[in-house]
């Protein structure tokens, strides 16, 4: 809402300006999780924490999700109601996010080669990269690019 008096008050490129300066969403779409995803991790248990840091640190690799149980020093299943219970999501339902948030993120830091960002955010694939960012932020990446740069000048 601040956001939205800035623009008002000061116009679009300043409330952007404010925006990007306190790294939150200039305006996040209907049905979008309004906390994020660093937030949820801080509140984690040390065992989660560890796992939460090291998705963090390999979002470009390839692992599934009984390599994370592993990494916990749980069973998958325990592993999985754990995880779900503190953070709010499943295993590899919370990397996906993650991976959308480096994909949004990198685009907006001006990487316009979207094969190189899906690598980057570990997608593996454009096209697995335009389903999940889709279904995440209701818009395709390309056009996510578009809007940003066009929101920059």
Avoid: C
Wanted: glycine share 6%; aromatic share 8%.
């Amino acid at each position: 809402m601040a956001l939205h008096i800035i623009e008002e008050d000061l116009g679009r490129d300043i409330s952007l300006k404010v925006a990007k300066r306190l790294v939150v969403f200039f305006r996040r779409q209907g049905g979008q999780n309004q906390f994020s995803d660093v937030l949820l991790a801080q509140a984690a248990s040390n065992r989660m924490a560890h796992v939460l840091d090291w998705i963090e640190g390999n979002l470009s690799g390839t692992f599934n999700h009984t390599d994370l149980a592993a990494r916990a020093a749980m069973s998958p299943r325990n592993f999985s109601r754990h995880f779900k219970s503190e953070i709010g999501y499943s295993p590899m339902a919370y990397v996906e996010r993650r991976r959308t948030e480096r994909a949004r993120t990198l685009i907006e830091s001006g990487n316009s080669d979207l094969a190189r960002v899906a690598t980057l955010a570990g997608f593996g694939s454009s096209d697995t990269m335009r389903r999940v960012f889709t279904k995440h932020l209701s818009v395709l990446p390309h056009e996510h690019l578009r809007r940003f740069g066009a929101a920059q000048e």
